[in-house]
């Protein structure tokens, strides 16, 4: 039906008036830190280092310390349970020798500057650790480690198994590793022995993130 006159003119109008409308209602893209916000957090951060670092501090995108160690290598190793934390953008690490101080801050200043590096967190993990966590339950664990010229990123879900909910196909009882992720692994001990070694793939030059953290 073709449509004429005033009543086209009409038409024409309501259309002009409709865009601004279907313009607002359209919902803005989600912001990095929005998309970071949805995710489910982190339970547990684990600090080590790889050889030895001292005055090691692990920064969040927004410059608050979220873990710090005086010392660390593979042996020494910082394990927080803190409770669930907002899963950060991206993470910087620094490192330092000689006459260093702990702020209030809880960060490391002052000495010598040994290492500063940044890398991203919160994308790299895949939806697939989340949607195993739904399934199986279980809690996600961040990992970091500091080495020459990097900091590695790593995570898994862990997950307790009691003696008294113990069924087949769970294992040993204690604590169990699942979705092992990231740029790292640690060694597997058992007993005080290296049962299965770790491994480390060192992320390629360029693929850090960007600092927003001012410290």
């Known amino acids: ?6 009543l086209r003119s009409m038409f024409r109008l309501l259309g002009l008036f409709s865009l601004p409308l279907l313009s607002a209602c359209a919902a803005p893209p989600a912001s990095n ?11 547990s951060l684990m600090l080590d280092a790889n050889p030895e670092k001292t005055g090691v501090t692990i920064y969040n995108e927004y410059g608050d ?6 010392r660390l290598n593979k042996r020494i190793v910082q394990n927080d349970h803190g409770g669930p934390r907002r899963i950060p953008r991206f993470i ?40 195993y966590m739904r399934k199986n339950g279980g809690s996600l664990r961040l990992k970091i480690r500091v080495v020459d010229g990097s900091v ?31 740029d790292f692994r640690e060694d597997q001990i058992f007993n005080g022995k290296v049962v299965e070694p770790g491994w480390e793939r060192i992320p390629p030059a360029g693929t850090t993130a960007p600092g927003r953290v001012n410290r």
């Open 65 to 70: 310390a979220i873990a710090a160690a005086s």
């Open 152 to 182: 590695l990123v790593g995570w898994d879900v862990e997950k307790y198994v009691s003696v008294e909910g113990w069924k087949p196909g769970d294992g040993d009882s204690g604590m169990h590793y699942y979705m092992v992720g990231g």
């Open 33 to 43: 830190d929005q998309a970071a916000d949805r995710l489910p957090g982190f339970s």
């Open 92 to 131: 910087r690490a620094t490192w330092r020798t000689g006459n260093y101080r702990l702020t209030r801050e809880g960060a490391w200043e002052g000495g010598t500057l040994m290492g500063d590096y940044t890398a991203t967190v919160a994308e790299r993990i895949p939806q697939a650790v989340f949607d």
């Open 1 to 6: 039906m073709k449509i004429h006159g005033p």
